[in-house]
């Protein structure tokens, strides 16, 4: 705007010293990650990893930083809880989670008989995390990886996935050649973080390989993990309420990170409006939880309010975002009133 009131010549200045500076920038951290790529290697073959490996996968990582734009701007930092959800679990993906069930209807009514996992839970996972197999990723991982490690702002959680990952292709449990995925490392239908697949990833159809962009692996992988960490078959996630003014503080949990002050569900009666209503079992253990309190400026701190159990808190194990786990469940009630 102010540039078309300048002369010729200043302009072609201001822009000069504006590229310079962030074409300093730039080399300066282009130079600054390979020194850190160089100890991050050191780094990965003491902890186990062969050299051959380290030298042949890292020999291709750069610098990524679209990767820190994307991590300082994540939805569930800024959208608000009713947006988000309402976003993430329309009719069209209802329409499509549908499809795709009656497509693969034998595998996964296996799977969920198996694992002791609802298929509306699966397919839940899947809609929200890619849109079932459209939105994969094709990032480079090991350039994603490499660039939130170098980065200050969870290096050490990224570091170890990146270790991790270095280990999953030195066993040749991955390929490093269909390493795409997400701006920030996941891999396949489900998302899944280096951490993820050493852990709980499973060749189910026994063809040697773990292929987590194929139904049978990815949905007996997806229901292996959340069977191992405790999920419970046809027990809730959540119940939206409304919560009167009179609870206290402490019982508002804002941030994913630590869900706290949990009690029976009876225990919250005197603070519930809605109570009465609530077709749930009082002695669940529940929390109580007002997603956007503390984030969204401006909002309104009692609603929207939910009471969460045990459930929903293993779908903050996959991913620790309050609203993720309530759009989760929200497609999954979404489902189970379609199958
Ligand atoms: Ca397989």
Same mark, same amino acid.
């Given at each position: 705007?102010?540039?078309?009131?300048?002369?010729?010549?200043?302009?072609?200045?201001?822009?000069?010293?504006?590229?310079?500076?962030?074409?300093?920038?730039?080399?300066?951290?282009?130079?600054?990650?390979?020194?850190?790529?160089?100890?991050?290697?050191?780094?990965?073959?003491?902890?186990?990893?062969?050299?051959?490996?380290?030298?042949?996968?890292?020999?291709?990582?750069?610098?990524?930083?679209?990767?820190?734009?994307?991590?300082?701007?994540?939805?569930?930092?800024?959208?608000?809880?009713?947006?988000?959800?309402?976003?993430?679990? @329309? %009719?069209?993906?209802? +329409? #499509?989670?549908?499809?795709?069930?009656? /497509?693969? &209807? !034998?595998?996964?009514?296996?799977?969920? *008989?198996?694992?002791?996992?609802?298929?509306?839970?699966?397919?839940?996972?899947?809609?929200?995390?890619?849109?079932?197999?459209?939105?994969?990723?094709?990032?480079?991982?090991?350039?994603?990886?490499?660039?939130?490690?170098?980065?200050?702002?969870?290096?050490?959680?990224?570091?170890?996935?990146?270790?991790?990952?270095?280990?999953?292709?030195?066993?040749?449990?991955?390929?490093?050649?269909?390493?795409?995925?997400?701006?920030?490392?996941?891999?396949?239908?489900?998302?899944?973080?280096?951490?993820?697949?050493?852990?709980?990833?499973?060749?189910?159809?026994?063809?040697?390989?773990?292929?987590?962009?194929?139904?049978?692996?990815?949905?007996?992988?997806?229901?292996?993990?959340? @069977? %191992?960490?405790?999920? +419970? #078959?046809?027990?809730?996630?959540?119940? /939206?309420? &409304? !919560?009167?003014?009179?609870?206290?503080? *402490?019982?508002?949990?804002?941030?994913?990170?630590?869900?706290?002050?949990?009690?029976?569900?009876?225990?919250?009666?005197?603070?519930?409006?809605?109570?009465?209503?609530?077709?749930?079992?009082?002695?669940?253990?529940?929390?109580?939880?007002?997603?956007?309190?503390?984030?969204?400026?401006?909002?309104?701190?009692?609603?929207?309010?939910?009471?969460?159990?045990?459930?929903?808190?293993?779908?903050?194990?996959?991913?620790?975002?309050?609203?993720?786990?309530?759009?989760?469940?929200?497609?999954?009630?979404?489902?189970?009133?379609?199958?």
């Amino acid at each position: 705007m102010l540039l078309t009131k300048m002369p010729k010549n200043i302009i072609c200045i201001y822009i000069l010293i504006i590229l310079s500076s962030s074409l300093t920038s730039v080399f300066a951290s282009n130079s600054e990650f390979n020194s850190w790529v160089k100890n991050f290697k050191i780094k990965a073959v003491k902890s186990g990893v062969s050299k051959i490996v380290v030298d042949d996968v890292m020999s291709d990582a750069i610098f990524l930083p679209k990767v820190i734009g994307y991590d300082r701007f994540q939805p569930e930092f800024y959208e608000d809880t009713y947006t988000y959800i309402k976003k993430r679990t @329309n %009719k069209n993906k209802v +329409k #499509k989670g549908l499809a795709l069930y009656k /497509k693969e &209807k !034998l595998t996964i009514d296996k799977i969920e *008989k198996e694992f002791l996992i609802e298929k509306e839970l699966l397919l839940a996972l899947m809609g929200i995390e890619t849109n079932f197999g459209k939105y994969l990723g094709k990032m480079d991982i090991v350039s994603s990886l490499a660039t939130l490690s170098f980065d200050k702002r969870r290096s050490e959680f990224f570091t170890k996935e990146l270790i991790i990952l270095l280990k999953l292709v030195d066993q040749q449990i991955i390929d490093k050649k269909i390493l795409f995925g997400s701006w920030a490392g996941a891999f396949g239908n489900f998302q899944f973080m280096p951490r993820t697949i050493l852990n709980y990833a499973i060749d189910y159809n026994k063809n040697t390989t773990i292929e987590l962009k194929k139904t049978e692996d990815s949905f007996a992988s997806a229901a292996n993990y959340l @069977n %191992k960490i405790g999920w +419970k #078959k046809n027990i809730p996630c959540f119940t /939206k309420i &409304k !919560l009167s003014k009179n609870i206290p503080d *402490k019982y508002l949990n804002s941030s994913a990170g630590n869900i706290k002050n949990k009690k029976k569900v009876k225990y919250f009666k005197k603070y519930i409006k809605n109570f009465n209503d609530l077709k749930i079992d009082h002695n669940l253990e529940a929390a109580i939880i007002t997603p956007d309190k503390d984030i969204i400026p401006g909002s309104n701190t009692y609603t929207p309010a939910y009471l969460v159990y045990s459930n929903y808190e293993k779908v903050l194990n996959w991913n620790r975002s309050l609203r993720f786990a309530l759009a989760v469940c929200t497609l999954k009630n979404n489902f189970k009133n379609e199958i």
